[in-house]
């Protein structure tokens, strides 16, 4: 990475919305974790990192979200961003409808309700998360995120300890959420399954202090052509 | 309150008046303990006298002051110190020095510093109340959730939001516990301090009284603070838990 380039492409990114990311080294307490990391997704894209519990996933994306400012490099990322976690993370003492109008100000009671339906959570607008279930707050967390018509989207392992008839529900979901909003996606995530679904472009997080290796087994065709069938159905 | 949660405080509260009115009636005399039915007639000359709503307002106003004035002092600097490390560093001695400082040389100093008026007479029951206040709430700020505070910046959610309805809401089991026994040390703070050097309320009555050695007065003054405490605990602070509470219940 020469790093007049990286500029460059930094200038360039910025205009089209694109997501560069360009870490050179990240450590807690002098205990390195990760190594030169470097990619970058356009809008539309669906890049899945792959690797084991530990390897330095969380740490990556919290780097890319802006969570993480501790680190050697440099990371260009638009404007809208959205995050799923592995938790819901929601607002507990408001209400489904006012846990997404008061992370997105713009966002019009009626646009809410819509954002709230298309989740299948349209009756739960009044329910405060505690009386909603595990499966419906990850649908609530999904809808608020997309509520504000991401330009980046971080799936932080986002289907983690759901059942699998849930998972699969979320899975889809998310699947037809990213085809209608089209955000530059980056997932995270344990599961070979879930990244072949989504993902255009897969990559693995190898080593210690981590670095990031090519996927040379499932195709980016194949990937692309799952993601499309889904949309059609 | 359920109904009959509200009937044991009550019960509870009759069971405190017949232990008072037992020791009355061992002591055999009023002057020394009046029974609780000797009070009302002095009650009542104060209120229809116009002497105790006049020295219970002022105390009221001055500890509504100072309780606003150490509340939000004491949750700012609680806020701070919970939240940066290199400021708790730094401000963690002052707090142990002014938690510490009796409150009569905080009063005294006052006094002597500022002049017998009314600010000196509020800073120094707030001086003695931030410390406490902001203890409580540096706990309360250690315990933020990391999760939401990483939800808020991604999302980025503006400041005043942020506090309102990220960090607040956080904060409201502590705030409350801070505020409870806050009004309750206020107020015991605020009669010292008119004690010591004003010409109104009821510190200044009990000071009064107290030279003329009538016990039945000085419990009436007393006491008729304690009832406002009691309503105000009940009417206002109670029924704001339960609506902070709500979501918990839900």
């Known amino acids: ?125 009044a329910a405060f998360p505690g009386q909603l279930s595990l499966g419906q707050q990850r649908r609530l967390a999904l809808a608020r995120a997309f509520a504000g018509r991401p330009e980046l989207l971080i799936l932080d392992e986002p289907f983690v300890s759901l059942d699998p008839e849930t998972a699969e529900t979320m899975l889809m979901l998310t699947e037809s959420l990213i085809a209608e909003a089209r955000p530059a996606t980056l997932l995270v995530t344990h599961a070979e399954a879930e990244a072949a679904r989504l993902a255009t472009r897969i990559l693995r997080l190898t080593g210690r202090p981590a670095t990031l290796a090519e996927d040379a087994a499932p195709g980016q065709g194949g990937a692309d052509d799952k993601g499309e069938g889904h949309g059609r159905a | 309150m359920s109904p009959e949660a509200r009937g044991t405080g009550a019960l509870s509260l009759a069971a405190l008046l017949g232990l008072w009115a037992v020791a009355a009636l061992l002591t055999g005399d009023a002057m020394i303990l009046p029974a609780p039915w000797e009070l009302v007639a002095p009650l009542l000359q104060e209120v229809r006298s116009g002497e105790l709503p006049r020295h219970l307002g002022a105390t009221l106003g001055r500890v509504i002051a100072a309780f606003l004035l150490a509340m939000s002092i004491g949750v700012a600097l609680g806020l701070v110190m919970g939240r940066s490390a290199r400021a708790d560093r730094w401000l963690d001695p002052w707090l142990v020095v002014f938690l510490n400082l009796p409150a009569l040389v905080v009063i005294v100093l006052c006094y002597l510093w500022i002049g017998l008026t009314e600010v000196a007479a509020i800073l120094a029951v707030s001086l003695n109340k931030i410390p406490n206040v902001a203890t409580v709430l540096r706990e309360g700020a250690r315990a933020l959730s990391p999760d939401l505070d990483a939800m808020a910046r991604v999302y980025a959610m503006p400041a005043r939001t942020r506090l309102r309805h990220v960090i607040l809401p956080q904060l409201a089991p502590y705030i409350a516990g801070a505020a409870r026994s806050g009004v309750a040390l206020i107020w015991k703070i605020v009669l010292v301090v008119e004690f010591l050097g004003r010409s109104n309320g009821i510190g200044f009555q009990i000071h009064m009284y107290f030279q003329l050695f009538d016990v039945a007065m000085v419990l009436v003054y007393a006491l008729s603070f304690i009832a406002v405490m009691l309503v105000v605990e009940w009417r206002i602070l109670q029924p704001w838990e339960r609506r902070v509470r709500r979501w918990r219940a839900a």
């Open chain 1, 1 to 125: 990475m020469a790093h007049p380039a990286t500029l460059g492409a930094a200038r360039a990114a910025l205009a089209g919305g694109m997501t560069e990311v360009a870490i050179r080294a990240k450590a807690f307490g002098g205990t390195p974790v990760l190594g030169p990391v470097a990619f970058s997704i356009a809008a539309g894209d669906v890049l899945a990192i792959l690797g084991p519990s530990g390897i330095g996933k969380s740490t990556l994306l919290r780097i890319v979200a802006g969570i993480d400012r501790d680190f050697e490099g440099r990371v260009t990322r638009p404007d809208r961003l959205a995050m799923v976690f592995q938790e819901p993370v929601l607002l507990p003492w408001r209400s489904a409808l006012d846990n997404l109008r008061l992370v997105h100000p713009g966002l019009s009671q009626s646009a809410a309700r819509a954002a709230l339906d298309r989740v299948g959570l349209g009756d739960k607008g």
